[in-house]
């Protein structure tokens, strides 16, 4: 059942000049990633016209907020995802070859499948503690970015690996096709990534943002691009994609971080070409350091070919 909270309010002197974001989020208690939601999905008037979350509020002005009590937004509806393939499965985890266009967990903004969704659907039992929508997540691929992912299927392995993520004693090895040739063609990127200030689904190198290591080593040199493998030290959102595009080398296709659309069409690729190769750690259960791979997808396998072939 759908219902709605329907609220109206008007803007107060003290106000005067905020962000509808902000406004909302102090008269109505929501955060700001929701009054931004809510906002997106129309759900928002300004003495009756619709609104950006960056408009400015004037007092006196009347703000209409529907705020649908929803089918929670973050319900996992399990359904077999195509394309998932099981890499590794025992009692306490399973290693996934994830495709790409699928979120690991559901999110405000994702509708689309997901990795918890295929797993639930899949008949997998993941027994953790962690919010419900993120249930044995210990690490996160983007929706565009394909590959190796690992997800713990019992308490014990969950917390853990939860740990081996956080102290880094996981191995992640990714490739990169990327633009150009990076000077050096081995190397470190050590530069802070926070959220980008104008964009909000986008990061950026930022002076005050989060510490991150990303070492690169050039596989290939081709006339358009280079084949890198990658060893992340952190792991932040959409890291490698940043450190390479503030190395003005970013991933071909990952037009998000200025990548070249012409280049893009000519290998046919609507993605990054961002692949998450190898991941390594200790197992849960035996102690043992296990590592599990996944070979690069067609579309990847046929752009890095068309890359190959310019040389």
């Not at 306490?92 to 994830?98: G, H, N, R």
């Not at 689309?112 to 919010?131: D, E, N, Y």
């Amino acid at each position: 059942m759908n219902h709605h909270d329907h609220r109206t309010l008007l803007v107060p002197d003290s106000m005067a000049g905020e962000r509808v974001d902000a406004a909302m989020a102090r008269l109505f208690g929501v955060s700001r990633s929701r009054a931004a939601d809510l906002v997106a999905a129309g759900h928002v008037r300004l003495d009756g016209a619709e609104v950006a979350k960056s408009d400015r509020v004037l007092p006196g002005a009347v703000l209409d907020v529907t705020i649908p009590t929803m089918v929670d937004p973050l319900e996992i509806v399990p359904e077999i995802v195509e394309g998932i393939k099981i890499i590794h499965d025992d009692d306490s985890i399973v290693v996934i070859d994830k495709p790409v266009g699928v979120a690991v967990h559901p999110s405000p903004g994702w509708s689309g499948p997901t990795v918890v969704g295929h797993l639930a659907g899949a008949g997998f039992r993941i027994a953790t503690s962690g919010a419900s929508e993120r249930q044995g997540i210990v690490q996160r691929l983007d929706v565009g970015t394909s590959g190796v992912m690992v997800i713990c299927k019992s308490e014990h392995a969950y917390s853990l690996l939860k740990n081996a993520f956080r102290h880094r004693t996981v191995s992640k090895t990714y490739h990169a096709l990327v633009q150009g040739h990076p000077d050096p063609l081995q190397g470190t990127v050590d530069a802070p990534i926070g959220r980008h200030p104008k964009a909000d689904y986008k990061f950026a190198v930022m002076a005050d943002g989060r510490p991150s290591v990303t070492h690169y080593q050039t596989l290939e040199a081709h006339r358009f691009a280079s084949l890198l493998e990658i060893h992340l030290e952190t792991g932040r959102t959409h890291q490698i994609r940043v450190h390479m595009a503030a190395l003005k080398h970013p991933c071909v296709a990952d037009l998000t971080y200025g990548a070249d659309p012409v280049l893009a069409k000519r290998v046919g690729l609507e993605r990054q070409w961002l692949h998450a190769v190898r991941l390594g750690f200790e197992h849960p259960d035996s102690g043992e350091f296990v590592e599990y791979e996944s070979s690069y997808p067609d579309d990847l396998a046929h752009a890095l070919d068309v890359i190959r072939d310019a040389s």
